[in-house]
């Protein structure tokens, strides 16, 4: 797994020699005029701290929330309550529901972000509800669409976390 969390200055991209992805992510959503709204739980704000950290996220990341809680999956991102019950946070259209609901939880003036993405997972130590560390669904909405990607993770805690976070910004590059 290539590319790390900020502490290492940001996710690098392979294709191009080490160039910052993130910040050419979020110049070519600035160019675009798209917004983003991130919703997380087992990055616990990784993902929205690595995008806001080149110069000019301001201009495209509207915020995040971290809803690391179940219950606030529910009560502020508007994932289905039911679907919590039935299967536990770590799963597909959790994620899709909490990209698209944190679209609308971080609207501005009315208007929602563009973009949503999402990271609900289990970063160990151990399985969580019957899943084993290192399960991981980055939900993306954006476009009219919602869909989500899922993630088979190996390391320790802290390297689940910020392997999440660096393919997060790599499947959002790629859907765009």
Known sequence: MTGSGAASGGITDDTDEGGDLTARLLADLHQRGETIAVAESLTGGLLVAELIRPAGASNVVYG???????????SVLGVDGELLRKHGPVHPEVAEQMAEGVRHALAVDGSPASI???????????PQDGHPEGTVFIGISLAGRT??????????RGQIRAATVGEAVRILSAQL
């Open 116 to 126: 949503g993405i999402s990271t609900t997972g289990v970063a160990g130590p151990g």
């Open 64 to 74: 995040g929330v971290v809803a690391y809680n179940t219950a606030v999956k529910a």
């Open 147 to 156: 869909r989500s990607f899922a993630l088979h993770l190996d390391g320790d």
